[in-house]
């Protein structure tokens, strides 16, 4: 069945580091892919998404480049702030509407 | 845009209570509506969704059940409380197939 795999976290760093977040998935067909983050002691809120081969998402200075060759989705941001601190989801959906979350990564962004 | 409300947001029952969790949306009409739950320290599990009034899927088996009296109003409820039953409990909103919107969560402790 479809499913997604993300990195283990927690991933700690330090104010403007770089930041991945490694996810990968399998599916049948096309699925678009999103990330979601949930901030502490909240929902969880899109904070971007791709829906074919070769599309970029982009959102608050996050990243992520849908790769069909490589089946992955990674996240990336080129300058962390302590605001970014969160708990983020990658997830896809390919069949209806249903969404097939990963794990989830927590970082932890350290003035 | 959507907006999902969730109440209580935070509730504390003893073992063998019942439950009952509302969700509303507002700012659309005849959405499809999901009901998630996170464990502590975990990803989300899909329980219920539904496509329209009166018609619930779900997708464990467990000692939780759902029910959409009227298009924006979804309910999670349960005769008797579980242990297993703790955690934050997240209801979504999706029109068109394709992004869900979540709203703030519903902390449930069972004691």
């Known amino acids: 069945g479809d499913s997604v795999t993300q990195m283990e976290g927690p991933v700690t760093l330090s104010e403007e580091a770089f930041l991945t977040i490694n996810c990968t998935y399998t599916a049948t067909g096309y699925p678009s892919l999103f990330w979601y983050v949930q901030y502490p002691g909240e929902g969880l809120q899109l904070l971007l998404k791709a829906t074919k081969a070769d599309d970029k998402g982009s959102n608050k200075g996050f990243e992520a480049t849908y790769r069909k060759e490589t089946t992955s989705f990674h996240l990336e941001k080129g300058s962390v702030q302590v605001s970014d601190s969160a708990v983020y989801f990658c997830?896809?959906?390919?069949?209806?509407?249903?969404?097939?979350f990963g794990a989830g990564t927590q970082v932890v962004v350290t003035p | 845009s959507q907006t999902i409300h969730q109440w209580p947001a935070t509730l504390v029952q003893p073992v063998g209570s019942p439950l009952s969790l509302e969700c509303t949306v507002e700012?659309?009409?005849?959405?499809?509506l999901y009901w998630y739950r996170q464990a502590a320290g975990r990803g989300l599990q899909l329980l219920f969704y539904s496509v329209g009034i009166g018609q619930i899927s779900s997708e464990v088996p467990q000692n939780l059940s759902a029910s959409r009296p009227q298009d924006r109003q979804f309910i999670l409820s349960s005769k008797k409380l579980l242990l297993s039953d703790s955690g934050f409990y997240l209801c979504?909103?999706?029109?068109?197939?394709?992004?869900?919107?979540f709203g703030p969560g519903t902390r449930l402790l069972v004691l």
């Open positions: 700012g659309t009409s005849n959405p499809n």
């Open positions: 997830a896809l959906t390919a069949s209806w509407g249903k969404l097939q």
């Open positions: 979504a909103s999706e029109q068109g197939g394709e992004t869900q919107y």
